[in-house]
């Protein structure tokens, strides 16, 4: 049974940074294609950030590039999103997810194309 356990948020001034992990078990995490996904207060979940399962290609939400950094280490099947210049609009639940897609350069965008979910953390930023 794979698990994915997020953690890391917390309260936060605007300005601010985070950086939540996310940790993998119970399958070979390099198998793992990986995204960040959050949601905000009364509203649907969003695409943040991904990252292949090489951990060479990445891809983020236009409003995040530049603030955040998806990155992996696969020798201790963590996923991390490095959150600086942090604002009160980033305030959401976020989410970690695995995709079982067996392209090593792809990277994935949409709910659908992932196959497991951690159960969230949440990251308030005060203005």
């Known amino acids: 049974q794979v698990q994915l356990v997020e953690s890391g948020g917390g309260l936060v001034q605007a300005g601010g940074s985070l950086r939540l992990s996310c940790a993998a078990s119970?399958?070979?995490?390099?198998?793992?294609?990986m995204g960040w996904f959050r949601q905000a207060p009364g509203k649907e979940r969003e695409f943040a950030a991904a990252?292949?399962?090489?951990?060479?290609?990445?891809y983020y939400v236009d409003s995040l590039k530049g603030r955040f950094t998806i990155s992996r280490d696969n020798a201790k099947n963590t996923v991390y999103l490095q959150m600086n210049r942090l604002k009160p609009e980033d305030t959401a639940v976020y989410y970690c997810?695995?995709?079982?897609?067996?392209?090593?350069?792809?990277?994935?965008?949409?709910?659908?194309?992932?196959?497991?979910w951690g159960q969230g953390t949440q990251v308030t930023v005060s203005s």
């Open positions: 997810a695995a995709s079982l897609r067996s392209s090593l350069s792809y990277v994935y965008l949409r709910e659908y194309d992932y196959d497991l």
């Open positions: 119970g399958r070979t995490f390099s198998n793992f294609a």
């Open positions: 990252i292949s399962r090489s951990g060479g290609n990445t």
